[in-house]
């Protein structure tokens, strides 16, 4: 149990495109889920926090206009990169949190590995 | 404010010996403390975590650590290591932020396993 998956696992764009990246909870309703931001060799950075039905919470220094965070559903959030450039490459990590949950648990999509050209 | 210190950026053992990643925290009150494994191209496993019950704690794989309130430490050990243990691993510890407690994630200890 406890499974979020990612898509696409990875993807390769050109500077000023839109790229949208998928986060599932495949088997429990997440109320709330959180993205991150991985560099190579680096530890994982909080980007943005999302609770269902509600508008996400952004860390200090991430802009929102630029990650769309869109938490429409129990089981769906999407984070879209808007006019990518190639210093937003990075892997982008999901996790999700179930509504049951009281000890904090998240459990974490396998990670979306994105190139901009 | 809550921070975890992960206190060996890279930590290199032989196959067969034991194991021990560092980690020590700080809290103003009484953590959720986790342990995570990434290996190469593969999403974050939780390995164990400590959540106000029993201070030693078992996890997956043969891992544990022990909760030491005392010494604000949560090391990570495991009595013989495996060439599959080779891995990047994160000490994790809870904030306090209401509902929406965050994680605040260690550095990272990178595991080496030589055979």
């Known amino acids: 149990g406890a499974v979020v998956s990612q898509h696409p696992s990875w993807v390769i764009c050109k500077s000023g495109t839109s790229v949208k990246i998928e986060c599932r909870s495949l088997?429990?309703?997440?109320?709330?889920m959180f993205w991150y931001r991985q560099f190579p060799k680096q530890s994982l950075m909080l980007m943005a926090t999302?609770?269902?039905?509600?508008?996400?919470?952004?860390e200090q220094g991430v802009e929102k206009d630029k990650f769309l965070i869109n938490h429409a559903s129990l089981t769906l959030s999407t984070l879209t990169v808007t006019s990518a450039h190639p210093e937003d490459s990075s892997f982008y990590i999901c996790s999700a949190r179930e509504w049951e949950n009281s000890y904090n648990e998240q459990f974490f999509g396998p990670g979306t590995r994105l190139t901009v050209l | 404010a809550q921070s975890v210190t992960q206190l060996d950026s890279h930590v290199s053992v032989s196959e067969g010996t034991p194991v021990l990643l560092r980690c020590n925290y700080s809290?103003?009150?009484?953590?959720?403390l986790f342990w995570y494994v990434q290996h190469p191209n593969k999403g974050l496993q939780l390995l164990l975590k400590y959540t106000s019950a029993a201070t030693l704690v078992k996890g997956i794989n043969g891992f544990e650590a022990e909760f030491k309130k005392s010494e604000t430490s949560f090391h990570l050990t495991k009595p013989s290591a495996h060439m599959s243990d080779a891995a990047e691993y994160f000490c994790?510890?809870?904030?306090?932020?209401?509902?929406?407690?965050?994680?605040?994630w260690g550095l990272g200890t990178s595991l080496a396993v030589n055979p």
């Open positions: 088997d429990f309703q997440a109320t709330t």
């Open positions: 994790v510890v809870t904030s306090n932020a209401g509902n929406n407690r965050k994680l605040i």
């Open positions: 999302s609770n269902e039905g509600s508008k996400a919470t952004y």
């Open positions: 809290s103003s009150y009484s953590p959720s």
